[in-house]
């Protein structure tokens, strides 16, 4: 009867930890822009390429960093550390080569697969893809 009580309070504390551990929210993009059109003034038709990452930790930004289009897209992807939450992102991949993301997060051993979307983008002058990946878990 004893060994069973012990038994159950180990189990109630791990799943009792667990509960409290903290939300941990991951958003990436790697975005790809094609300027066509520069409307009635003179400009430089042109590409631009955007990627970045938003860390928030029960709702709460963490990490925001741009400019890693090189990194993400089709990189070595990018290692995290902030907040005492580390993580290493997966290069997302190439809009317009690629068909869709590729989402993963390493922390520690596991791997989060996240969920990814594809967005194209159509706007007067403006085409391009947008490579977005959302992944959740307790940190």
Do not use: E
Request: proline share 2%; net charge neutral; with cysteine.
């Amino acid at each position: 009867m004893l060994g069973s009580i012990s038994i159950l309070s180990v189990i109630v504390t791990v799943f009792s930890a667990q509960a409290m551990g903290k939300d941990c929210h991951l958003h990436t993009t790697v975005s790809h822009r094609q300027n066509s059109a520069c409307g009635a003034g003179s400009c430089i038709a042109g590409d631009t390429f955007i990627g970045s990452g938003v860390l928030k930790i029960d709702g709460k930004v963490k990490w925001n960093k741009g400019g890693n289009w090189d990194k993400l897209s089709n990189g070595k992807g990018v290692d995290v550390d902030s907040n005492g939450v580390k993580f290493h992102i997966d290069a997302l991949g190439v809009p317009n080569l690629d068909k869709k993301p590729k989402c993963a997060v390493h922390i520690g051993d596991y791997t989060n697969l996240g969920i990814g979307k594809t967005k194209d983008i159509g706007l007067p002058g403006v085409v391009g893809t947008d490579f977005d990946c959302d992944h959740d878990w307790k940190c």
